[in-house]
């Protein structure tokens, strides 16, 4: 089957940097995706790693190695309003059908 | 302004009653897709579509129908044969499998009672 596994939960103080991970069991897909969803609302798009290494797209960084089935999303100058859950997310080959992680809850303390 | 509307935001239903909740999109993207999510749990996809007239079932379909008659347009079913309907239901569009991001409309409450 496909699955992606996260920590149920990550608790940081404010201005620290965390790292979430996603372990993956996949034959292969087109790349690993990071979505950030506060209580009550949707998820939103953080980045995309489309091919191993990092991507930075401001606080937030990416990371993908197929070779290890992980990749991991690196908030740094952690703010309150980061405490939210958060999501990796994958389409396996040949399909549009992506399949999100267990997901991660982040509480920021002050 | 481009986006992904649902509605009903909110949604009140007896047992035994079907309910359909509306997912629109002006992206005018190809892929469509519908996931429930249950308190403090993750995303659960219940159905996508690559394109028009054409649709999968995603882990959990059972319960579940829609269609996919326009590109904009991907309504979800909620039957009575759904044995726990009471979720968030989600709609997201995307252009494809390899570009990394879906595009979530704002959710539809759904409750039982």
């Known amino acids: 089957g496909q699955s992606l596994e996260q920590p149920s939960e990550v608790t940081a103080v404010e201005g620290a940097i965390v790292q979430i991970n996603c372990t993956y069991q996949t034959s292969g897909f087109y790349g690993l995706s990071w979505y950030q969803q506060h209580d009550g609302g949707a998820p939103t798009f953080l980045s995309y790693?489309?091919?191993?290494g990092l991507e930075e797209t401001g606080r937030f960084s990416s990371f993908l190695s197929r070779s290890d089935s992980y990749g991991y999303l690196l908030l740094q100058e952690l703010q309150m309003k980061d405490s939210a859950s958060y999501f990796c997310?994958?389409?396996?080959?040949?399909?549009?059908?992506?399949?999100f992680g267990t997901g991660t809850r982040l509480k920021v303390l002050a | 302004d481009g986006g992904i509307t649902q509605s009903p935001k909110y949604l009140f239903r007896k047992e035994g009653q079907n309910v359909t909740l509306s997912c629109e999109q002006n992206?005018?993207?190809?892929?469509m897709y519908w996931y429930r999510q249950d308190p403090g749990q993750g995303l659960r996809l219940i159905y996508y579509?690559?394109?028009?007239?054409?649709?999968q079932k995603g882990d959990i379909a059972e319960g579940y129908s829609v269609s996919r008659e326009k590109k904009e347009s991907f309504p979800l079913t909620v039957t009575s044969a759904q044995k726990n309907p009471t979720a968030f239901y989600l709609c997201?569009?995307?252009?494809?499998?390899?570009?990394?991001?879906?595009?979530f409309g704002e959710g539809s409450r759904l409750t039982v009672l």
């Open positions: 997310a994958a389409p396996p080959w040949g399909t549009y059908k992506y399949i």
């Open positions: 997201a569009s995307s252009r494809g499998a390899n570009t990394g991001e879906l595009f």
């Open positions: 992206l005018n993207h190809d892929a």
């Open positions: 790693n489309a091919l191993d």
């Open positions: 579509s690559q394109i028009v007239n054409d649709f």
